[in-house]
C-alpha cells in the first residue's frame, strides 16, 4: 500500500510557518531588483536590455567614484567633473557614451564636462602656445637663414683666381739701389761691393698660368701662379746699356675672401745676353755677354674687376755670368733693387665659380 501512494508532503504548522518566513526575504529581493530595473529603463527610454544598463550603470557608478578617489582635481574642475559623473550615471543613451568636444578623457570610461567658458579659455590658451611656438620657429628660421646667407656670400675672388686662368703681364721697374749679393754667405763671399754703380730699368712682358685653385687657410689662403716673361732691361747707368733675358718663375697669391687687394711674393730666374765690357778693359764691369739672372719680389695686387688689375711691389734683381768667365775675367755681378709697377689683363672669357 505504501508503494502504491506518494510520499505526503504533509508539515505540521511550525514547520511549515518556518519555510514560509524563509523564503519570504527571497521574494523581496527579486522584487525590489525587478523594480529598479523598470525605474532605470523608464528613465532611459529603452526597455528590452534592462540587466545590460544595469549593469552598466553600476560600473559607470563604481569608476566614477574610484577616479574621484585617484584623481587631484582643483576647484575649477571639481563641480564639472562631479555633474559628468552624474550625467555618466543617468544617461543611459548608447550616443551619450561617446565624448564631446566639452569633455576630457582620463583613462578609458571617464569623461569630464568642461562649461563653454572653460573650453574657449582653453583653445585660447593653446592657440596662443601655438602662436609662440610658430614665432620662435619663424625667428629661428629667419636666423638660421642669415647665417647660412652670411656663410654662403659669394667670394668675387673666385672669379678671379681659379686654376688655368692665363693672363697677360706688363710690368716696368726702376732699380737705382746696389746691394750685396744676397745669397753671398752661400757662395763663401763677404758681402763685399765694387765702386761701380748700377740703375736698371726692366721692361717684363709675361705669361701668367694661375696652376691652382684657391686653397689653404688662414693667412697662406690663397693659389699658385707660373710666369713665363721675356724682359728687356736698359741700363742708364753703368758701361753696359741693356740686357735682353727670358725668365720663369712662381708667384704666390694670398687671397683672402672678397679682398680687391692681394698681397704676393715671387720668384723668377732665367738667362740673357748683355753687352758685357770687361773684356773691352772696363773695370768692374761684367765678364762676358752670356749672363744669368734671378729676381725676388713682394707687392700687393688691386683687382679693379675680374678682368683688369695693376700691382705694385718691390723687386730684387741679380745678373752675373756664374763665374763661367773666370779666371781670364772676373765674375763682379750686378745687384740692385726698387719699385716695379705692371698691369694684368685676363685672357679668355670670364669664369663664374660654382657656389
Known amino acids: 500500500m505504501r508503494g502504491a501512494f506518494l510520499p505526503s508532503h504533509y508539515c505540521n504548522e511550525p514547520e511549515c510557518l518556518g519555510r514560509k518566513v524563509a523564503i519570504a526575504p527571497k521574494l523581496v529581493m527579486i522584487l525590489f531588483v525587478l523594480l529598479v530595473s523598470k525605474a532605470g529603463y523608464g528613465q532611459s527610454g529603452n526597455s528590452s536590455s534592462s540587466s545590460m544598463e544595469f549593469t552598466s550603470t553600476t560600473d559607470s557608478l563604481q569608476t566614477y567614484h574610484s577616479a574621484a578617489d585617484d584623481l587631484w582635481l582643483s576647484s575649477d574642475v571639481g563641480p564639472t567633473a562631479v555633474a559628468a559623473g552624474e550625467d555618466s550615471i543617468t544617461s543611459a543613451n548608447p550616443t551619450d557614451s561617446a565624448p564631446s568636444e566639452d569633455r576630457v578623457d582620463v583613462g578609458s570610461g571617464k569623461h569630464f564636462d568642461f562649461s563653454s567658458e572653460q573650453t574657449s579659455s582653453i583653445s585660447q590658451a593653446q592657440q596662443g602656445v601655438r602662436g609662440a611656438e610658430s614665432d620662435s620657429s619663424d625667428e629661428g628660421v629667419k636666423a638660421s637663414g642669415l647665417i647660412s646667407e652670411a656663410k654662403t656670400r659669394p667670394d668675387r675672388n673666385l672669379d678671379i683666381y681659379y686654376r688655368n686662368r692665363r693672363e697677360f703681364s706688363l710690368e716696368v721697374g726702376w732699380h737705382p739701389v ?81 679682398w680687391k687687394v692681394v698681397p704676393f711674393f715671387e720668384q723668377r730666374g732665367g738667362a740673357g745676353i748683355i753687352n758685357a765690357k770687361e773684356p773691352l778693359g772696363v773695370l768692374w764691369s761684367q765678364g762676358q755677354n752670356l749672363t ?29 755670368n756664374g763665374y763661367l768667365s773666370e779666371p781670364q775675367f772676373t765674375n763682379y755681378g750686378i745687384n740692385v733693387y726698387g719699385p716695379m709697377f705692371g698691369l694684368d689683363v685676363r685672357l679668355g672669357k670670364p669664369h663664374h665659380a660654382s657656389q
Open 292 to 320: 744669368f739672372t734671378y729676381n725676388m719680389g713682394v707687392g700687393a695686387r688691386y683687382n679693379i674687376d675680374s678682368k683688369y688689375s695693376f700691382s705694385a711691389g718691390m723687386n730684387y734683381m741679380h745678373i752675373s
Open 178 to 258: 746696389n746691394i750685396p749679393f744676397i745669397y753671398d754667405f752661400a757662395v763663401g763671399d763677404s758681402y763685399n761691393m765694387t765702386p761701380l754703380k748700377y740703375t736698371l730699368v726692366p721692361i717684363v712682358a709675361s705669361l701668367r698660368w694661375h696652376v691652382t685653385n684657391v686653397g689653404w687657410r688662414w693667412i697662406f689662403r690663397g693659389n699658385m701662379d707660373f710666369t713665363f716673361s721675356g724682359s728687356i732691361t736698359a741700363i742708364p747707368r753703368g758701361p753696359e746699356t741693356h740686357y735682353y733675358s727670358f725668365d720663369f718663375g712662381i708667384r704666390r697669391n694670398f687671397v683672402y675672401r672678397n
